[in-house]
Nanobody, 126 residues
Framework: QVQLAESGGGLVQAGGSLRLSCTASGRTFSAYAMGWFRQAPGKEREFVAHIRSGAGGSTYYADSVKGRFTISRDNAKNTGSVYLQMNNLQPEDTAVYYC????????????????WGQGTQVTVTS
């Protein structure tokens, strides 16, 4: 079992930046792919970014965030963190952001992920 806890959400003006953090515990963190999804009011939950397991995991992004968001991870023996640096935020980025985890490899679909955090709210004003 993996426990995920997000932090770092908040209110920011368009063009600003936020850094989301997700702390994972429960298993060997480095063996898990990690990612972020988001859900805006009235919309489906959508893929944002993910990073493969291991120290130099490959990264993948939704087209809507490429060039603005960066995912990274900090591995430790049994706990670790994944981060989402969000720059040049826009009102359409407003959503609840969820941290996700999956053994070895994740994907672009919600069903590709086994573990979910509770979410953190990001609100971008124009």
């Amino acid at each position: 079992q993996v426990q995920l806890a997000e932090s770092g959400g908040g209110l920011v003006q368009a063009g600003g930046s936020l850094r989301l953090s997700c702390t994972a515990s429960g298993r060997t963190f480095s063996a898990y792919a990690m990612g972020w999804f988001r859900q805006a009011p009235g919309k489906e939950r959508e893929f944002v970014a993910h990073i493969r397991s291991g120290a130099g995991g490959s990264t993948y992004y939704a087209d809507s965030v490429k060039g603005r968001f960066t995912i990274s991870r900090d591995n430790a023996k049994n706990t670790g963190s994944v981060y989402l640096q969000m720059n040049n935020l826009q009102p359409e980025d407003t959503a609840v952001y969820y941290c996700v985890a999956k053994g070895l490899r994740g994907g672009y679909s919600r069903t590709d992920w086994d573990y979910w955090g509770q979410g953190t709210q990001v609100t971008v004003t124009s």
